[in-house]
């Protein structure tokens, strides 16, 4: 098939991608079976000292294109009570060449590398009253140095907000744009049973000194509207890409907030990650969890185009490559474009994955 035969046959899919996407409604049989040109290692990256990866969840690239940043979760799912630095910087032989944060987060969740190489990261839990180690964190965004100097905190360590103000709940991801705004993805706890009108759940955004500027969304599952922001990120045109989790579905607002649309092909996204060109890798931990929060679909990382929002090829979270049957809940793609998972479940680890 020719070049022009290739775009015209991509057109026509992508306006039958934005018929589908003007629906919220819309129902999609579960995309499970496009082609996978990856191969995939896990143990790619080993901690020092004998460390166990905990919980990942969070991962970035670094300015120059090679080097990884990313969570663990001080060798389990929480980092309360301890001071190992949660924030690792792995180089592309899988060594760990730079630590940050100890003794600062109980759960290190959000993982954001702006272009001048600096390193925010959400905690997404507040204080435990039953656990005096968590007093005064939790709530808030951190911007790092690269040499691990605080630089910036968004909200207030161990104070929760109610989505009314600058104060955070629990916020889930960070991103900034080229003017060095800021937004947030805050209200982790919006998928949950019990949540209600009332649960946090919206798109906050502050200037580069950290002051507010607006926010937007509110719970619920109309258009616009969140259940668990959990992932952020801005493409070649200036959009911001929401993984609207708890709603198993993509949101696209400009970077004042208004609604431009939605894509549900890429099912639950836990992670969001865009390229130069405007591919989006998203994973999905959580598909597979039960029968009732996306039912039919596996869990993943789901790779295309936004231009049309069709998928082209899945590394599938259930192959024999992802420990113990656990799934990314982050991704990242470095420069020469490997995949990188970062999985949060079955203790915990990261894995690359190559264009075969």
Same mark, same amino acid.
């Given at each position: 098939?020719?070049?022009?035969?290739?775009?015209?046959?991509?057109?026509?899919?992508?306006?039958?991608?934005?018929?589908?996407?003007?629906?919220?409604?819309?129902?999609? &049989?579960?995309?499970?079976?496009?082609?996978?040109? /990856?191969?995939?290692?896990?143990?790619?990256?080993?901690?020092? $000292?004998?460390?166990?990866?905990?919980?990942?969840?969070?991962?970035?690239?670094?300015?120059?294109?090679?080097?990884?940043?990313?969570?663990?979760?001080?060798?389990?799912?929480?980092?309360?009570?301890?001071?190992?630095?949660?924030?690792?910087?792995?180089?592309?032989?899988?060594?760990?060449?730079?630590?940050?944060?100890?003794?600062?987060?109980?759960?290190?969740?959000?993982?954001?590398?702006?272009?001048?190489?600096?390193?925010?990261?959400?905690?997404?839990?507040?204080?435990?009253?039953?656990?005096?180690?968590?007093?005064?964190?939790?709530?808030?965004?951190?911007? @790092?140095?690269?040499?691990?100097?605080?630089?910036?905190?968004?909200?207030?360590?161990?104070?929760?907000?109610?989505?009314?103000?600058?104060?955070?709940?629990?916020?889930? $991801?960070?991103?900034?744009?080229?003017?060095?705004?800021?937004?947030?993805?805050?209200?982790?706890?919006?998928?949950?049973?019990?949540?209600?009108? $009332?649960?946090?759940?919206?798109?906050?955004? @502050?200037?580069?000194?950290?002051?507010?500027?607006?926010?937007?969304?509110?719970?619920?599952?109309?258009?616009?509207?969140?259940?668990?922001?959990?992932?952020?990120?801005?493409?070649?045109?200036?959009?911001?890409?929401?993984?609207?989790?708890?709603?198993?579905?993509?949101?696209?607002?400009?970077?004042?907030?208004? /609604?431009?649309?939605?894509?549900?092909?890429?099912?639950?996204?836990?992670?969001? /990650?865009?390229? $130069?060109?405007?591919?989006?890798?998203?994973?999905?931990?959580?598909?597979? @969890?039960?029968?009732?929060?996306?039912?039919?679909?596996?869990?993943?990382?789901?790779?295309?185009?936004?231009?049309?929002?069709?998928?082209?090829?899945?590394?599938?979270?259930?192959?024999?490559?992802?420990?113990?049957?656990?799934?990314? &809940?982050?991704?990242?793609?470095?420069?020469?474009?490997?995949?990188?998972?970062?999985?949060?479940?079955?203790?915990?680890?990261?894995?690359?994955?190559?264009?075969?």
């Amino acid at each position: 098939m020719n070049r022009i035969n290739v775009f015209c046959c991509r057109c026509g899919l992508a306006f039958l991608a934005l018929l589908v996407m003007a629906s919220a409604s819309a129902q999609l &049989e579960p995309i499970n079976n496009r082609p996978n040109p /990856y191969s995939t290692v896990d143990g790619w990256a080993v901690l020092p $000292d004998g460390r166990e990866w905990g919980s990942t969840a969070g991962v970035d690239i670094d300015p120059d294109g090679r080097h990884l940043w990313a969570i663990d979760r001080c060798g389990g799912n929480s980092c309360a009570g301890s001071s190992v630095d949660p924030i690792v910087k792995i180089d592309p032989d899988g060594n760990i060449v730079a630590s940050l944060g100890g003794g600062l987060m109980i759960f290190p969740h959000g993982l954001h590398v702006d272009r001048d190489g600096n390193i925010w990261v959400t905690d997404a839990q507040g204080p435990n009253p039953s656990n005096p180690q968590t007093a005064g964190m939790g709530h808030v965004v951190y911007k @790092f140095s690269p040499k691990g100097e605080i630089l910036l905190i968004l909200g207030q360590p161990g104070v929760a907000g109610d989505g009314t103000d600058a104060l955070l709940e629990t916020p889930c $991801d960070v991103v900034t744009d080229a003017d060095g705004n800021i937004y947030v993805g805050d209200g982790h706890s919006g998928q949950q049973e019990n949540a209600t009108t $009332d649960t946090v759940a919206r798109i906050v955004k @502050f200037d580069r000194f950290g002051n507010l500027i607006k926010y937007w969304g509110g719970w619920g599952s109309a258009a616009g509207q969140l259940k668990t922001p959990h992932a952020l990120d801005i493409d070649s045109r200036n959009r911001l890409i929401v993984g609207d989790r708890g709603n198993n579905r993509l949101q696209i607002f400009d970077l004042d907030g208004n /609604y431009m649309g939605e894509f549900k092909t890429f099912s639950r996204p836990s992670g969001i /990650y865009i390229t $130069d060109d405007d591919m989006i890798y998203v994973a999905d931990s959580e598909s597979e @969890f039960d029968e009732t929060r996306n039912p039919g679909w596996h869990a993943g990382i789901r790779v295309g185009s936004l231009l049309d929002g069709i998928v082209d090829y899945f590394i599938d979270g259930t192959v024999a490559a992802y420990p113990d049957g656990s799934n990314p &809940e982050g991704v990242a793609v470095d420069a020469a474009g490997n995949v990188f998972g970062a999985v949060v479940s079955g203790g915990g680890t990261l894995v690359k994955s190559s264009r075969r």
